[in-house]
């Protein structure tokens, strides 16, 4: 019998910092397909630089809280606010900023800790 994971409230946990000093990061659920793993977790930008991220994978990010400025480096440059759902296509540089800060859940087609 395969079991379903439940993992409960993920927004109120805290999240670890991932890059500079104002970007936090935690996945919270892997799934168990090794050849095509599936990760989900929330990415948190407060206010203070902007960070480039070069995805090497597919993801998906739903915004949960305040907002995000993102662009691709083509000069558009979205805001992205709750209930947006924006795609970050593999060999895509995004940037990420924010004038307070931004909450995201994000699942993407990556193991374990390989962002």
């Known amino acids: 019998m395969i079991k379903m994971g439940f ?3 993920i927004t ?3 999240l670890p910092l991932f890059e500079g000093n104002n970007a936090y990061l935690k996945d919270f659920a892997i799934s168990n397909d090794e050849s095509a793993p599936i990760t989900a977790g929330l990415f948190r930008l407060e206010k203070g630089e902007s960070i480039a991220y070069d995805y090497t994978y597919e993801e998906m990010k739903l915004i949960i809280d305040r907002e995000f400025h993102i662009s691709d480096g083509s000069g558009e440059e ?3 606010t709750k209930g947006d759902l924006i ?12 004038d307070d800060f931004g909450l995201g859940y ?3 087609q990556r193991g374990e800790d390989e962002a």
């Open 78 to 80: 979205i805001t992205a």
């Open 87 to 98: 795609y970050f296509p593999k060999g895509s540089v995004i940037t990420f900023r924010t």
């Open 106 to 108: 994000f699942v993407g």
């Open 12 to 14: 109120s946990k805290e």
């Open 7 to 9: 993992k409960g409230n």
